[in-house]
């Protein structure tokens, strides 16, 4: 069975930092690209970054470029994001995910619907 298992999570002042993991069991994913979304209440889930299986290739929504710092390593089978100046408008539960294989472009990346497989989330909560 497989499980995606999110950690890192927590209540962190404006300005401050998280590093956020995603550790997958039940099977390998070195071969797929992985993602980061988020949702805060009341709105849509969104992308916030993507990583090729080759981890050579990051993806960022503009509102964390610069800020967020996505990464992987899979002899641990994690993903990380590590996210740096936070905001208030940063507050959301945050989940990981794994692209299908089929799917590789920059556009891909951060539609959901190409996503099979996904954590349960973590919640950050950024204070002003």
């Given at each position: 069975?497989?499980?995606?298992?999110?950690?890192?999570?927590?209540?962190?002042?404006?300005?401050?930092?998280?590093?956020?993991?995603?550790?997958?069991?039940?099977?390998?994913?070195?071969?797929?690209?992985?993602?980061?979304?988020?949702?805060?209440?009341?709105?849509?889930?969104?992308?916030?970054c993507g990583i090729s299986?080759?981890?050579?290739?990051?993806?960022?929504?503009?509102?964390?470029?610069?800020?967020?710092?996505?990464?992987?390593?899979?002899?641990?089978?994690?993903?990380?994001?590590?996210?740096?100046?936070?905001?208030?408008?940063?507050?959301?539960?945050?989940?990981?995910?794994?692209?299908?294989?089929?799917?590789?472009?920059?556009?891909?990346?951060?539609?959901?619907?190409?996503?099979?497989?996904?954590?349960?989330?973590?919640?950050?909560?950024?204070?002003?």
């Amino acid at each position: 069975q497989v499980q995606l298992v999110e950690s890192g999570g927590g209540l962190v002042q404006a300005g401050g930092s998280v590093n956020l993991s995603c550790t997958a069991s039940g099977r390998t994913f070195s071969r797929y690209g992985m993602g980061w979304f988020r949702q805060a209440p009341g709105k849509e889930r969104e992308f916030v970054c993507g990583i090729s299986w080759t981890g050579r290739m990051p993806y960022y929504a503009d509102v964390v470029k610069g800020r967020f710092t996505i990464s992987r390593d899979d002899a641990k089978n994690t993903v990380y994001v590590q996210m740096d100046n936070l905001r208030p408008e940063d507050t959301a539960v945050y989940y990981c995910a794994v692209l299908g294989e089929r799917y590789w472009s920059a556009t891909d990346y951060s539609d959901p619907k190409f996503y099979h497989y996904w954590g349960q989330g973590t919640q950050v909560t950024v204070s002003s």
